[in-house]
């Protein structure tokens, strides 16, 4: 079992949707998950991060947790064209010195308009 | 304004000709940290300094190294390259002991082996 797993899409949403991308992870220690987004040919970039059970709002992004669950989701209100990109999930792994940021491999989202 | 910094954006090398990447921070980071990141797939760690400790990752090849010269810059050396590591070269920040910890990266580094 991957430690971070996502589909990897293609998820097609037409622009001024509700975009809804999903992750699951293995280890029920993990405490940090993170969204970062990714253009073709770019680095990662940070979007999101949530640490506590429960919801966490920022602009058109909602990150949500569930702990007992092990489940991570991110929706994007009224989606635009601009937001198709990979959507990467992450974990930070270890403690102290070791920390580690575990990855998915990423779902794809596409928005039409 | 404060940030991660990777040069050169593409790099083209012949097989076995070792090449060097170098990534320099602005933001007054203790932890750098090195992914490889090939086509459709997830960014994979392949070492992170954390101050001046390096912490290499179990199935990272031997022909990958890295040296961290002082708190800005971290390099990293692939001393044979072959076809197989093509891909994108990430360095990315992060200030570890201040609470949750969140990675930064530069723009990358394209690596073509020819």
């Known amino acids: 079992q991957k430690e971070v797993e996502q589909n990897s899409g293609p998820l097609s949403v037409p622009e001024g949707a509700i975009a809804s991308l999903n992750c699951t992870y293995s280890?029920?220690?993990?405490?940090?998950f993170f969204w970062y987004r990714q253009y073709s040919g770019k680095s990662p970039e940070l979007i999101m991060f949530i640490y506590s059970n429960g919801d966490k709002e920022d602009g058109r992004f909602t990150a949500q947790l569930n702990k007992a669950s092990q489940y991570v989701s991110l929706l994007i209100r009224d989606s635009q064209p601009s937001d198709s990109a990979t959507y990467l999930c992450?974990?930070?792994?270890?403690?102290?010195?070791?920390?580690?940021?575990?990855f998915g491999t990423g779902t794809l989202l596409a928005v039409q308009p | 304004d404060a940030m991660v910094i990777q040069n050169p954006r593409y790099q083209v090398t012949q097989f076995g000709k070792p090449v060097t990447l170098s990534c320099s921070q602005t933001l007054n980071h203790n932890v750098m940290y090195w992914y490889q990141q090939k086509s459709s797939q997830a960014p994979k760690l392949l070492f992170h300094y954390y101050d001046k400790d390096f912490n290499n990752e179990a199935d990272t090849p031997d022909n990958f190294q890295s040296r961290r010269p002082n708190t800005s810059f971290c390099f990293l050396d692939i001393r044979s390259p072959g076809l197989g590591d093509a891909a994108m070269y990430l360095c990315?920040?992060?200030?570890?002991?201040?609470?949750?910890?969140?990675?930064?990266f530069g723009s990358g580094t394209q690596l073509s082996v020819l």
């Open positions: 280890d029920r220690g993990s405490q940090s």
């Open positions: 990315a920040t992060s200030r570890r002991g201040q609470g949750n910890e969140k990675l930064f």
């Open positions: 992450a974990l930070l792994r270890g403690g102290g010195a070791t920390n580690k940021l575990i």
